[in-house]
C-alpha cells in the first residue's frame, strides 16, 4: 500500500488509502494491481480515479494475469495517446496492420495509426483526460475505454470536449487490430450503413 501511495500528494494520498482499505477487505487483489496501474499515469488527473472508473475492477471475464498485465498496459497506452503524449511505446501491442477509425477519418494500417495521433500536436495546445471508465467484460476480445476528453486548439481561443467510446479490438495474440472512436457512443457510418458511409471508404 505505502508504494501506491507514494505515487500521491498527501490529500490525494487520503482518498487513495480509503479506496485501498475497502478492497482489502473485500480482498480484491486484482483490483488493487489495477490501482496502482493507474497511479503510475502521471497524466491523469486523481480526479479520473472516481467510483465511476471502479468498473476498471471488475472481474467477471477470468483472464490470465499476462492478458491482464497486458490489457493494462493497453488501456495506460491509449490514454496518453489521448493526452497527446504519444510515444514509440504508446503502440507497442498494435498489430501492424491494426486499423484506426473515428467519424471524420480512416487508417488502414499501424504507420497510418501513428500519423493521426501525432498530427494531434500539431493542431491542439493540449489534450487532456477528464474522466475515464474501462470495461473489459461485455465483449471477449474487445477493451472498451468511456472517455471525456478536453482539446484546446492551438490556433484558436478554444475549448472543446468530446465525449467518446474508445472500441479496442483484439487478436488472439493480445495485439489491437482496430482502434474505433464513436463520438457520443454513435456508430460509425461505413458502406454497409449510410452514403456517406461508402463515400468515405471509397
Not at 114 to 123: D, G, H, R, V
Not at 135 to 163: A, G, M, Q, R
Given at each position: 500500500?505505502?508504494?501506491?501511495?507514494s505515487?500521491?500528494?498527501s490529500?490525494?494520498?487520503?482518498?487513495?488509502?480509503?479506496?485501498?482499505?475497502?478492497?482489502?477487505l473485500?480482498?480484491?487483489?486484482?483490483?488493487?494491481?489495477?490501482?496502482s496501474?493507474i497511479?503510475?499515469?502521471?497524466?491523469?488527473?486523481?480526479?479520473?480515479?472516481?467510483?465511476?472508473?471502479?468498473?476498471?475492477?471488475?472481474?467477471?471475464?477470468?483472464?490470465?494475469?499476462?492478458?491482464?498485465?497486458?490489457r493494462?498496459e493497453?488501456?495506460h497506452?491509449?490514454?496518453?495517446?489521448?493526452?497527446?503524449?504519444?510515444?514509440?511505446?504508446?503502440?507497442?501491442h498494435?498489430?501492424?496492420?491494426?486499423?484506426?477509425?473515428?467519424?471524420?477519418?480512416?487508417?488502414a494500417?499501424?504507420?497510418?495509426?501513428?500519423?493521426a495521433f501525432?498530427?494531434?500536436?500539431k493542431?491542439?495546445?493540449?489534450?487532456?483526460?477528464?474522466?475515464?471508465?474501462?470495461?473489459?467484460?461485455?465483449?471477449?476480445?474487445?477493451?472498451?475505454?468511456?472517455?471525456k476528453?478536453?482539446?484546446?486548439?492551438?490556433?484558436?481561443?478554444?475549448?472543446t470536449?468530446?465525449e467518446?467510446?474508445?472500441?479496442?479490438?483484439?487478436?488472439?495474440?493480445?495485439?489491437i487490430?482496430?482502434?474505433?472512436?464513436?463520438?457520443?457512443?454513435?456508430?460509425?457510418?461505413?458502406?454497409?450503413?449510410?452514403?456517406?458511409g461508402?463515400?468515405?471508404?471509397?
Amino acid at each position: 500500500m505505502s508504494f501506491i501511495l507514494s505515487r500521491f500528494n498527501s490529500s490525494s494520498a487520503l482518498v487513495v488509502k480509503r479506496l485501498l482499505t475497502i478492497l482489502l477487505l473485500k480482498r480484491n487483489y486484482h483490483a488493487i494491481l489495477k490501482l496502482s496501474a493507474i497511479s503510475s499515469l502521471s497524466a491523469i488527473p486523481l480526479a479520473a480515479i472516481s467510483l465511476r472508473s471502479l468498473s476498471l475492477f471488475s472481474t467477471g471475464n477470468k483472464l490470465s494475469s499476462m492478458d491482464m498485465k497486458i490489457r493494462q498496459e493497453i488501456v495506460h497506452d491509449v490514454l496518453e495517446l489521448y493526452s497527446s503524449h504519444a510515444t514509440s511505446t504508446s503502440f507497442r501491442h498494435y498489430a501492424e496492420d491494426a486499423k484506426f477509425e473515428d467519424p471524420l477519418q480512416y487508417s488502414a494500417n499501424l504507420s497510418s495509426v501513428k500519423s493521426a495521433f501525432y498530427s494531434l500536436e500539431k493542431i491542439f495546445k493540449r489534450s487532456q483526460v477528464l474522466e475515464y471508465q474501462t470495461d473489459f467484460d461485455s465483449e471477449p476480445n474487445c477493451i472498451k475505454i468511456h472517455l471525456k476528453t478536453k482539446y484546446e486548439w492551438k490556433l484558436v481561443s478554444k475549448e472543446t470536449i468530446i465525449e467518446s467510446t474508445i472500441l479496442l479490438y483484439l487478436n488472439d495474440k493480445q495485439q489491437i487490430v482496430r482502434h474505433e472512436e464513436r463520438w457520443n457512443g454513435k456508430e460509425i457510418s461505413n458502406a454497409e450503413t449510410s452514403f456517406m458511409g461508402r463515400i468515405k471508404e471509397v
